[in-house]
């Protein structure tokens, strides 16, 4: 691997070994072992990878706690997850005294660092069971409180393989760019585990900065590219460095990829761009991967080994092309909610995965999600993807970005309002008529707010609960067109 973050200096399998070795066995000299559980929260490179590595060698189940986090937020996993240490890099070090002092459990703080220095020794990889955790994942949140989904070590080799072997296809002169969050279930599958198992090489970068990444892939030759719509987004618009050359292809998940921002992304890097779907419940389910056609909005088939089924009200699978909910089957899906039998039994029904999304399965078997169930506006009593809407919104020329949510309306029951990121050359009644020429009427956002950016996790998710927070609490300020109402 090559840390960006620390002078592009290369570190090869045996040396990252060397280090993780050293991390398990100062956890083990500590009292730690199986059953515990560790922390981590590091910027992208090599302390995360050492510190990740050296929990599971110690046979402790790790809990990735993104980067940014406050005292209070890291304070909260450490207690919820009963966790025995937080490892963190020097940066983070007087943050997680903090958030040490604050937890109410009595986990030891350490630095990855000086933990690799007090080792005595290097420890050997611990057996532990195969189904026991492996890793603890927070939710985004998007749509409720945050939950914590656990990853067994069978499950997550079976489905770490399945996308080395069928689907991704990284060989050992590959070179993967690692701008996603380790500590998110995309970015450290994609980043860190899948080049890993096939013996490539990542290039790891502490923050994400659309110039320094593609800088950083024509300096060390990156071949596959992992990433979320936004930063594609951004690559098209930076012009100032010369487009990737070394580039196979691409990946988008995380969000909805716009096709009008997959085709601008493909021109500027020179490589496909494709879209895959998974949730940190169920990681990468399906992927439109190559060499399978581009299908605008379509996430591909599924990995080899998860099975999609589309259900109705009723759970009873739908025909095929019919819309539903999405629910998976396989080595990708967690084994459930730490702590959270009520929640666990809620979306795990029947040996399914209960996804919450909507969408359907072509003849070619490729899976396009719509929406989310959650998010689908009910305005009197028609059904409203907000995703269609938003991709009208996003053609529009001098919009960036676009979010579409539900807002409680006295006579419809919900109203569709639109907030949207623009270059400042369009206004209200512009986007309307643009929304009128391609959407039936009652589709048309009766409201629009116009933002700098859109709040998103760190996944890239537009975070639509906290919109809707935002502008029920008068953060954000609707501006409202002509009431839409029969004549009484």
């Given amino acids: 691997m090559i840390d960006a973050g620390r002078g592009d200096v290369p570190v090869s399998y045996g040396e990252l070994n060397h280090r993780a070795a050293r991390v398990a066995s100062h956890l083990r000299a500590r009292g730690l072992g199986p059953g515990d559980r560790v922390a981590i929260c590091t910027a992208n490179g090599l302390e995360f990878v050492a510190a990740w590595f050296g929990a599971v060698y110690a046979g402790c189940a790790t809990l990735p706690i993104p980067a940014a986090s406050t005292a209070p937020e890291i304070a909260f996993r450490l207690d919820h997850a009963a966790c025995g240490a937080l490892l963190t890099d020097a940066a983070r070090s007087d943050i997680g005294r903090e958030s040490a002092l604050r937890a109410s459990s009595a986990a030891l703080l350490l630095e990855v660092e000086e933990a690799i220095d007090a080792a005595l020794g290097e420890a050997t990889p611990c057996n532990v069971e195969a189904d026991a955790f492996a ?6 949140g998007t749509t409720g409180a945050a939950k914590c989904a656990c990853i067994g070590h069978a499950s ?100 909805p990829l716009v096709e009008d921002v997959r085709r601008c992304a493909e021109v500027r890097l020179g490589a496909p761009v494709r879209q895959a779907y998974g949730l ?36 009873a699978e739908l025909p095929q092309g019919s819309c539903g909910e999405v629910l998976v089957r396989g080595p990708n899906v967690m084994a459930g909610y730490l702590d959270d039998k009520i929640a666990t039994a809620h979306v795990m029904r029947g040996g399914w995965l209960h996804t919450g999304d909507l969408g359907f399965v072509d003849s070619e078997g490729r899976l396009t999600i719509v929406d989310r169930s959650k998010d689908l506006i009910l305005r009197g009593g028609a059904s409203i993807y907000p995703s269609e809407v938003e991709s009208v919104l996003s053609d529009h020329p001098a919009v960036r970005e676009a979010a579409v949510v539900g807002q409680p309306d006295d006579y419809y029951g919900e109203e569709v309002v639109a907030v949207v990121v623009t270059d400042g050359s369009v206004g209200m009644v512009d986007l309307d008529l643009w929304a009128k020429e391609q959407l039936a009427a009652y ?15 760190g ?27 029969p004549a009484h």
């Avoid at 990681?283 to 996430?299: K, Q, V």
């Fill in 443 to 457: 589709k048309v956002p009766r409201a629009y707010a116009f933002v700098d950016s859109l709040p998103r996790s």
């Fill in 156 to 255: 997550l080799r079976a489905h770490t393989q399945a996308l080395v072997d069928d689907v991704i296809g990284l060989r050992e002169n590959d070179r993967v760019l690692g701008t996603l969050p380790l500590t998110h279930s995309y970015g450290i599958r994609t980043t860190l585990l899948v080049p890993f198992c096939a013996g490539a090489s990542t290039v790891f970068t502490p923050k994400f900065s659309p110039r320094r990444t593609l800088e950083l892939c024509n300096s060390h030759g990156v071949t596959w590219l992992p990433a979320v719509p936004t930063m594609f987004i951004a690559w098209a618009n930076e012009e100032t460095v010369p487009a990737p050359t070394t580039l196979r292809w691409c990946m988008s998940a995380g969000a």
């Fill in 280 to 315: 940190t419940e169920a990681n990468l389910t399906a992927i439109n991967a190559p060499p399978d056609e581009a299908i605008a909005g379509s996430s591909g088939k599924p990995v080899a080994g998860v099975t999609v089924r589309i259900a109705g009200e009723s759970g």
């Fill in 135 to 140: 890793m603890l994942l927070y939710t985004s």
């Fill in 459 to 485: 996944s890239g998710k537009t975070l639509k609960r906290r919109l809707r927070d935002q502008i029920a609490e008068g953060v954000i300020q609707l501006e409202a067109l002509s009431a839409d109402r």
